[in-house]
C-alpha cells in the first residue's frame, strides 16, 4: 500500500473531483477520496470548501476512515462553525459505544474541535466519560478537561470537572492519574492563585506511589508537578526525596532531570549537617555524567542543566571534569556548552588538566569555539592564581600562532590578566605590540590601546603607537575612541614633555569633531582636570584600580533560584524565566526556591523566620512577619557592605511584580485610600513645636534644621547580584519632600548607562516624582550620587511589611529587582501638628483595642530633647504633663496619606526606658510609627 | 506542551503537520522552516526561539522532525518524545525516509493522535501500539474482552506486555554490547576513559514471567561478600565498580534503589534491558602509538604501532585506523605489515583496515605524506586519529552471573528455559592525539 500517491495530486478541478469522489457509493473511494483530502490538507492547500462532504463521511464502522475525518474537523471546524454543528451528533453517539476505544477517540478529537457551539454539546458525553468503566477512557477524558478549559475556562468551573478531575488523582489506574495531574497542573498555572492542586501530605503520597506505576511521560507530570510541593518541613522533604531517587535510574533523560529538579528544590529544606543531604549530593553526580552519553539534542538540554546546577552547588559535579572534554565528534552546540562548565569546574586541582585542554581546542576550526577556548584560558588565569603563569605562557603560543581570531581573542584576555595579577605579566607587552596591526575588532583594538596607555612609561614608542591610531580617529568605534582619549591622556600624565600635541589633537578631535555625548564629555572632562589642576588630573586619570573579580558571567542568584525550580523545561535551556519568552498569563507566576532551613528547630515552622538570623543580612532581606524588631535593628546600624546574599532574600525578590498585575487580589481590606495629590503640605516654614519652640537640638544627630532623621547609606542590591551593579541608598524627608538617595556604583567592566527606575505598588504609593537621571554612562568603578525625588500620588497596595518597598533598576546591561524597608518617619508631613481638644476627643474616640504599647529602650535623653528631636521629624508634642513624678509627653503625627497617629511618651526622669503608647485608627501602622520613634531618639 | 509536530524533508517541504494547540498558527511550519532548514549558516542549537515560539528539532538521515511550542514545556521530554516518535515509526515501518513517510502519513496521523493528547505523550510502547493500530485497514469489531485487554494494557502498569503470550520453547538471549571510549594523548596518557554498555534482552517466553538480572557489582558482591568471608577475595577482584546505570520502564527502580537488585517483567521481543557506565579498570584492547615528523615544509612523515592488549586466544575483528592528513596533501606513500591501507583524499585521511587481529600482537604502519606549499599561516590542527574494532569480551569487565526466570502460573522453570549470552566490545570514540 503505498500513500504517496496522494502527495502526487496537484492538477486543476482537482477539488471539484475529490468532491465527486467522497460521495461516491464505493467505500474504498470515499477512504481514497479522504486521505487525498488529508495529504493536500497537510501540504497547506486549502481544502476547506470539502467540509459538508467529508462531514458526510463520518458516519462509519471503519474506524480508520472515522479518524480521518476527524483529523480533518480538528483542522476546518473553527472555520466552519456551523456546519460542524452537523458532526455534533455522530460524536455524542461515538461517546456511548460500546468499544472504549471509539468512546475515547470522541471525546478526545471533540475537546480539540473549537467551536462554541460543539463545546456546549462537549460537557454532558465529558462528565460520562470521566467516570468512565474504563481507565482508558478516563485517561483521555482527564487531558480534555484541560482542552475544555482552554476554550472556555469558565465553563469548566461552572460544571464543576476541575472537582472532579481532582477526584482522578485518587485512581487506581496509575495512567489516569498522571494525566489527570497534568491537566490539573496546566489548568493551575493560568489560575496562580486558586489552590486548585492543593498538595498536601495524602495526596503527595499518592503521587508517590503512583510515580512507581506510570509510564515514564506519566513519570514526568507526576515528578514536575512534585516539583511545585512545599513540603512543611524537613523531615517530609527527606522522606520525598527519598522516594525520588530510585527515579534517578531511569532510563528517560527527562524523568532523570525532573527528579533532579524536585532534589535540587528540596535539598533547600535539608540541613547540610544531616547525613542524608551529603548521600544526596553523591547521588546526583552519576545520572547527570550519565546524561551525557544520550543523543546530542538531549546533552544540549542536560548541560544547559548542569551549568545551573554547578553554579548552584558546585561541589556535586566538582570531581567530573573530564566527563565534560569536549571530543572532535561533538555538535558545535555541545562542545560550547561543555567548555563553559569546564571553565566553572575549575580549580587549582584540575588545572593543568584544563588547561592542557583550552591549548587542544585552541587549534579547532570552528571560530566561535576557539574564541571561547581562547577566552577561558584568560579566565582560568583570572580564576586560580597558580595557573595564572601558565596561562600567560599558553597564551603567548597562541598568539605566535598568527591566526588572527585568535591573536585578538588572546590580547582582551590578556588585559584582563594584567588587571587582576598588576605588574606581573607586562614583560609580554612587547610581543603583543608586534601584533598592533593585525587588530582589526573593536574590542581586541580597544583593548591593545588600553594596554599601551596604562603602560606607556614602558613602552618606548608608545606615543608612535597611539598616534597610529589616531589617523583614522573617525572611523574606530566608540568603544576603542573612548580608550585611545583615554590612553593618550595616561601617556601625557606619564610623559608631558613629547606628547603635548599628541593630547591637544585628541582633545579636540574628541570634543570639536565628535557627534557622540560621551566621547565629548569625556573630552572636556579630561580638558577641563587637565587645564586647571594636572595634579589632581594625575591623581584621577591614574588612580589605582580596583582588581577584577573572577567570575562575571555567573547568572544573578535570584535568576538561578528561580531558573532551578525550571531544571528540565525550557527556561533552563534559555536561562530566561518563563516570563520572558511565553506570551500571556502562563508562566508569569514566578517559582521560588524553598527558604533555606539553617537549624532543626526553625525548621519546624517555615514562617517564622529562622531565630538566629545573623547580623551579617542584608537589608534587601525582606523580614519574615515576627522578626521586624530585629531587622529594624539591622537597618538602623547601617549593614556591612558585603556578606553572603541570604537565600531568603532571593526567595522573596522573586515575587517581584513591578506591573502588580495579578495581586489586585492582595489589596483587599486595606485601610489605605490612595492618598489625594494635595495632601503634601506646601508650607516651608517648620511649625514651631509647642512650649519650646527650640528649634537648636545639640544632642541631636539631625545635620538640616528642618528635615528629619537620615539613616546612613545601605546597600540595597549588592554588585554580585546585579551584573557588577551596586546601590546603596538611604530616604531622607526635607521640607517637605522626600527623596531617595542614591549611590550606584559600577563594579564591572563594561560601562553602563540608560538607568530607569520604577517602584512596585506600595502601601503608600511612593513613587519616583521624576525620571532617574543619570547624566553620563557610569564607566567601570565609577560612582555616582543621585538623589531621587519621590512623591507619594503612585498606586497604592498594601505590603508585607507595610513599609517594604520593591524596587526595580534597570540599565543597558539588565533590570535588578530589589526590595528595601523605609523608615515611616519620611512620612510624617509638616502639619502633623493637633488641636489639643482635637486631640482629647480623637484619643477618646479610636477604641482602646487599637491601642499599642512599646517599650524604648536605653534612650538617655529628658522630655526637652525628646520632643525637640521628634519634632525634628514631624513629631509633634501637644501637651506634657506631670503624673507622679514622670513626664507624659502628647503628641500626634500624620502620613502622607491623612493617618493621624496620636502617642503618648511615658518618660521617668532617671530611666532610659520609656514606654510609647500609640493610639491610631489603622492600628497595622503602629509598629512602624514605633519603629520610626526608635529610629529617630536614637540617633 | 507540545503545539504541534511538523516533519519536513530535506528540502523543506511539509511531509506531516499535526497541530494541538491553538496558539500555533500555520505560519509556524514556514517560520522553521525559513529560519532553520534554509538558514545560511550551520545549525547551532537543537532549540530554536523565533517570534517567541519554539521549535525542538531533530534529524533522521535527511529527515527533519520538528516540535513547536509557545509554552515553557519540559525540554528533556520533548527530545525524548522525538526519538521515542522515531523508535515507533521505525517499528512500524523500517527506516525513516521521505518515501516512507509518505508511503504510511494515514498510520502516522493515527499514530500521533494516539501518542500525543493535546500535546501530552502518552503511551508510546510499540508492543501495546501495535495491538490496537495496525497498517491493514483497522478490525474496528474487536470482542468486548479484546478491547478491555486492549484498553487495559495501554494504560496499566505493565503497558509493554499483554498477557497470554505463548511459546513452545521457552528462550531468551542476553547480549551485553560495549562501546569503549578513549582520548589518549601522545605520549600515551589516558585522559579520559569510559565504557558505555548496554544489556539488550531479546525474550521469547510464556506468560508474564518475572525475572532477576545478576551481575558481577561490585556493591553487590561486597554485600554478599560479608556473609562468606573466604568468597571476597576471590569474587572482589572480577567485579566492576558501575559508575551509573539507567534502566527500561521495566525494572522496579525502587527495588533496585534499596536492595540494589534488577527485577522486572521483560516485553517480548527484543529491548533495552539496561545502559551503564564504567570508568574504572577498563580493559583499553588497543593501544596506539603515533609518531609524526614534518621534514622541511612540503614533507610528513607518519609512523603509528598498534597494539591489540587482551588474551592471546581472541580474536578483534573489524580493526580500522584513521590517520588525518592536512588539507594541503599531494600525495602518499604507505607501507603497513598487515592489513590493507589507503590514503583516501575526499576524507582527508589514511585509512588502514585488518580484518582480523589476535591478543597481545603488534602492528605497524608508515606514511610519508607530501605536501603542497601554501600561503595558509595556520598551522594544521592535527584532529586525533581515531580506531575502530570489535572485540568479543567487555572491556568493563562486566559479567552476567545469572537470569532468573520464574512463571508462578504456567508450568515451566528457570531451568526449562534456554539461555544465551554474548559480550561484544566495540569501539566507540577511540581516539590518539597525535
Known amino acids: 500500500m503505498t500513500d504517496s500517491k496522494y502527495f502526487t495530486t496537484t492538477k486543476k478541478g482537482e477539488i471539484f473531483e475529490l468532491k465527486a469522489e467522497l460521495n461516491s457509493d464505493k467505500k474504498e473511494k470515499k477512504k481514497e477520496a479522504v486521505k487525498k483530502v488529508i495529504a493536500s490538507m497537510t501540504v497547506g492547500k486549502d481544502v476547506s470548501a470539502l467540509f459538508p462532504d467529508v462531514v458526510n463521511c463520518m458516519q462509519t464502522d471503519n474506524l480508520e476512515l472515522k479518524k480521518l475525518v476527524y483529523l480533518y474537523l480538528m483542522n476546518y471546524a473553527k472555520s466552519q462553525p456551523d456546519m460542524a454543528i452537523m458532526a455534533v451528533n455522530t460524536f455524542v453517539k461515538d461517546c456511548e459505544d460500546p468499544n472504549p476505544l471509539i468512546r475515547a477517540l470522541a471525546v478526545r478529537t471533540m475537546g480539540c474541535i473549537r467551536v462554541d457551539k460543539i463545546t456546549e454539546y462537549l460537557c454532558e458525553p465529558l462528565r460520562k466519560c470521566l467516570k468512565d468503566e474504563d481507565p482508558y477512557v478516563r485517561k483521555t477524558a482527564a487531558v480534555c478537561v484541560a482542552k475544555l478549559h482552554d476554550i472556555n475556562a469558565q465553563l469548566v468551573e461552572d460544571q464543576g470537572f476541575l472537582d472532579t478531575l481532582k477526584d482522578l488523582i485518587s485512581d487506581s489506574n496509575p495512567m489516569v492519574v498522571a494525566n489527570a495531574v497534568a491537566a490539573l497542573s496546566e489548568i493551575a498555572e493560568s489560575h496562580p492563585s486558586s489552590n486548585l492542586l492543593d498538595l498536601n501530605p495524602q495526596s503527595i503520597n499518592k503521587l508517590l506511589t503512583a510515580l512507581n506505576e506510570c509510564t515514564e511521560w506519566g513519570q514526568i507530570f507526576i515528578l514536575d508537578c512534585l516539583a511545585n510541593y512545599m513540603p512543611k518541613d524537613d523531615r517530609e522533604a527527606q522522606s520525598i526525596c527519598e522516594r525520588v531517587t530510585p527515579r534517578l535510574s531511569h532510563a528517560n533523560s527527562a524523568v532523570v532531570l525532573s527528579a533532579v529538579k524536585v532534589l535540587m528544590k528540596f535539598m533547600e529544606m535539608l540541613s547540610k549537617d544531616l547525613d542524608y543531604y551529603g548521600t544526596l549530593l553523591k547521588k546526583l553526580a552519576p545520572p547527570l555524567v550519565t546524561l551525557l552519553s544520550a543523543e546530542p539534542e538531549l546533552q544540549y538540554v542536560a548541560l544547559r542543566n548542569i551549568n545551573l546546577i554547578v553554579q548552584k552547588r558546585p561541589e556535586i559535579l566538582k570531581h567530573e571534569m573530564k566527563v565534560f572534554f569536549v571530543k572532535y565528534n561533538d555538535p558545535i552546540y555541545v562542545k560550547l556548552e561543555k567548555l563553559d562548565i569546564m571553565i566553572r569546574l575549575a580549580s587549582q586541582a584540575n588545572i593543568a588538566q584544563v588547561l592542557a585542554e583550552l591549548k587542544e581546542y585552541a587549534t579547532e576550526v570552528d571560530v566561535d569555539f576557539v574564541r571561547k577556548a581562547v577566552r577561558a584560558i584568560g579566565r582560568c588565569a583570572i580564576k586560580v592564581e597558580q595557573s595564572a603563569e601558565r596561562c600567560v605562557s599558553t597564551l603567548l603560543d597562541l598568539i605566535q600562532t598568527k591566526v588572527n581570531y585568535v591573536v585578538q581573542e588572546a590580547i582582551v584576555v590578556i588585559k584582563d590578566i594584567f588587571r587582576k595579577y598588576p605588574n606581573k605579566y607586562e614583560s609580554v607587552i612587547a610581543t603583543l605590540c608586534e601584533n598592533l596591526d593585525s587588530l582589526d575588532e573593536p574590542e581586541a583594538r580597544a583593548a591593545m590601546i588600553w594596554i599601551v596607555g596604562e603602560y606607556a612609561e614602558r613602552i618606548d614608542n608608545a606615543d608612535e603607537l597611539l598616534e597610529s591610531f589616531l589617523e583614522g580617529f573617525h572611523d574606530e568605534s566608540t568603544q576603542v575612541q573612548l580608550q585611545l582619549l583615554t590612553a593618550i591622556v595616561k601617556l601625557f600624565l606619564k610623559k608631558p614633555t613629547e606628547t603635548q600635541e599628541l593630547v591637544q589633537q585628541v582633545l579636540s578631535l574628541a570634543t570639536q569633531d565628535s557627534d557622540n555625548p560621551d566621547l565629548r564629555d569625556r573630552g572636556y572632562i579630561y580638558w577641563r582636570l587637565l587645564s586647571t589642576d594636572p595634579v589632581a588630573a594625575k591623581e584621577v586619570v591614574l588612580a589605582e584600580k580596583p582588581l577584577i573579580s573572577e567570575e562575571t558571567d555567573l547568572i544573578e542568584p535570584t535568576l538561578l533560584d528561580e531558573l532551578i525550580c525550571y531544571i528540565g523545561t525550557l527556561a533552563s535551556v534559555y536561562h530566561k524565566p518563563p516570563s520572558a519568552f511565553v506570551e500571556g498569563s502562563r508562566g508569569v507566576v514566578h517559582k521560588s526556591l524553598p527558604p533555606r532551613t539553617g537549624s532543626s528547630e526553625s525548621a519546624e515552622s517555615p514562617e517564622a523566620a529562622p531565630t538566629g538570623a545573623p547580623p551579617s543580612e542584608q537589608p534587601a532581606v525582606i523580614p519574615a512577619q515576627g522578626d521586624l524588631l530585629g531587622d529594624l535593628l539591622n537597618l538602623d546600624l547601617g549593614p556591612p557592605v558585603s556578606g553572603p546574599p541570604m537565600t531568603t532574600a532571593s526567595v522573596q525578590m522573586g515575587a517581584v511584580d513591578l506591573l502588580g498585575g495579578g495581586l489586585d487580589s492582595l489589596m483587599g481590606g486595606t485601610n489605605f485610600a490612595a492618598p489625594p495629590a494635595g495632601t503634601m503640605p506646601a508650607t516651608l516654614s517648620a511649625p ?180 525637640s528631636k521628634l519634632q525634628g521629624s514631624n513629631i509633634f508634642t501637644i501637651a506634657k504633663r506631670n503624673v507622679e513624678g514622670q513626664d507624659m509627653l502628647y503628641q500626634s503625627l500624620k502620613l502622607t496619606n491623612g493617618i493621624w497617629v496620636l502617642a503618648e511618651l511615658r518618660i521617668q526622669p532617671g530611666n532610659p526606658n520609656f514606654t510609647l503608647s500609640l493610639k491610631c485608627r489603622a492600628p497595622e501602622v503602629s509598629q512602624h510609627v514605633y519603629q520610626a520613634y526608635e529610629t529617630v531618639l536614637k540617633n | 506542551m507540545i503545539g504541534g509536530l511538523f516533519i519536513y524533508n530535506h528540502k523543506g517541504e511539509v511531509l506531516i503537520s499535526r497541530v494541538y494547540r491553538d496558539d500555533i498558527g500555520r505560519n509556524a511550519v514556514d517560520a522553521f522552516r525559513v529560519n532553520v532548514i534554509h538558514a545560511r549558516q550551520q545549525v547551532r542549537s537543537p532549540v530554536t526561539n523565533i517570534a517567541r515560539t519554539s521549535f525542538f528539532h531533530v534529524k533522521r538521515s535527511n529527515i527533519w522532525l520538528a516540535a513547536v511550542t509557545k509554552q515553557n514545556v519540559n525540554a528533556a521530554m520533548v527530545f525524548e518524545f522525538l526519538y521515542k516518535m522515531c523508535d515507533v515509526m521505525a517499528a512500524y515501518f523500517g527506516k525513516i525516509s521521505e518515501e516512507n513517510i509518505k508511503n504510511n502519513f494515514v498510520l502516522i496521523y493515527e499514530l500521533l493522535d494516539e501518542i500525543l493528547d493535546f500535546g501530552y505523550p502518552q503511551n508510546s510502547e510499540t508492543g501495546a501500539l501495535k495491538t490496537f493500530i495496525t497498517q491493514q485497514g483497522i478490525k474496528s469489531q474487536h470482542t468486548k474482552e479484546e478491547q478491555s485487554q486492549i484498553t487495559s494494557q495501554v494504560t496499566g502498569q505493565i503497558g509493554w506486555r499483554r ?96 536492595e540494589r537488585s534488577i527485577s522486572f517483567i521483560p516485553p517480548d521481543g527484543e529491548f533495552e534491558l539496561m545502559r551503564y557506565r564504567t570508568t574504572k579498570d577498563i580493559i583499553l584492547p588497543f593501544r596506539v602509538i603515533p609518531l609524526v615528523r614534518e621534514v622541511g615544509r612540503t614533507k610528513l612523515e607518519v609512523k603509528v604501532v598498534i597494539k591489540s592488549n587482551f588474551k592471546p586466544s581472541l580474536l578483534a575483528q573489524k580493526i580500522e585506523v584513521r590517520i588525518p592528513t592536512p588539507l594541503n596533501t599531494s600525495g602518499v606513500q604507505v607501507i603497513c605489515m598487515k592489513g590493507k591501507a589507503k590514503y583516501k583524499a575526499s576524507e582527508n585521511a589514511i585509512v588502514w583496515k585488518i580484518k582480523r587481529m589476535a591478543g597481545m600482537k603488534e602492528s605497524q604502519i608508515s606514511a610519508e605524506i607530501e605536501l603542497l606549499p601554501t600561503n595558509d599561516k595556520k598551522k594544521w590542527a592535527r584532529p586525533p586519529i581515531s580506531m575502530n574494532f570489535e572485540v568479543p569480551f567487555a572491556p568493563s569487565g562486566l559479567k552476567v552471573r545469572y537470569l532468573k526466570v520464574f512463571e508462578p502460573k504456567l508450568n515451566y522453570s528457570d531451568h526449562d528455559v534456554i539461555k544465551w549470552v554474548r559480550y561484544i566490545g566495540r569501539s566507540g570514540i577511540y581516539e590518539t592525539r597525535c
Not at chain 1, 551596586?726 to 521640607?735: A, C, D, L, M, Y
Not at chain 1, 511612593?766 to 537621571?773: D, G, I, T, W
Not at chain 1, 564607566?779 to 498606586?795: A, D, M, R, Y
Open chain 1, 688 to 867: 514651631i513645636g509647642g512650649g519650646l519652640g527650640d528649634l537648636f537640638d545639640l544632642t541631636s544627630g539631625v545635620g538640616t534644621l528642618s528635615g528629619s532623621y537620615v539613616a546612613p547609606k545601605a546597600v540595597w542590591l549588592p554588585a554580585m547580584k546585579a551584573k557588577g551593579l551596586e546601590i546603596s541608598g538611604t530616604f531622607t524627608r526635607q521640607v517637605g519632600s522626600i527623596s531617595m538617595d542614591l549611590l550606584l556604583t559600577n563594579k564591572a567592566l563594561q560601562v553602563m548607562s540608560d538607568f530607569a527606575i520604577q517602584f512596585n505598588r506600595n502601601s503608600f504609593g511612593l513613587a519616583p516624582a521624576a525620571p532617574l537621571q543619570v547624566h553620563a554612562p557610569l564607566s567601570p568603578n565609577q560612582t555616582v550620587e543621585i538623589s531621587l525625588p519621590l512623591n507619594t500620588v503612585g498606586s497604592v497596595m498594601k505590603m508585607d511589611p507595610l513599609n517594604n518597598l520593591q524596587v526595580a533598576v534597570k540599565n543597558n546591561i539588565d533590570v535588578f529587582y530589589f526590595s528595601t524597608l523605609y523608615p515611616l518617619h519620611i512620612l510624617f508631613v509638616e502639619d502633623g501638628k493637633m488641636e489639643r481638644q482635637m486631640f482629647l476627643a480623637t484619643w477618646k474616640d479610636i477604641p482602646n483595642e487599637n491601642e499599642a504599647q512599646f517599650q524604648i529602650k536605653d534612650c538617655p535623653l529628658n522630655a526637652e530633647a525628646v520632643s
Open chain 2, 163 to 258: 498477557e497470554g503470550i505463548k511459546y513452545r520453547r521457552n528462550e531468551l538471549f542476553l547480549d551485553v554490547l560495549e562501546s569503549v571510549n578513549l582520548l589518549m594523548s601522545p605520549q600515551g596518557q589516558v585522559l579520559s576513559a569510559h565504557v558505555s554498555g548496554r544489556v539488550v534482552m531479546k525474550s521469547y517466553l510464556s506468560g508474564m514471567p518475572e525475572c532477576k538480572f545478576g551481575m558481577n557489582d561490585k556493591i553487590v558482591i561486597e554485600k554478599q561478600g560479608k556473609g562468606t568471608a573466604d568468597e571476597t577475595g576471590k569474587s572482589g577482584k572480577q567485579s566492576i565498580a558501575i559508575d551509573d546505570c539507567t534502566f527500561h520502564q521495566c525494572v522496579r527502580l525502587s527495588k533496585f534503589d534499596s
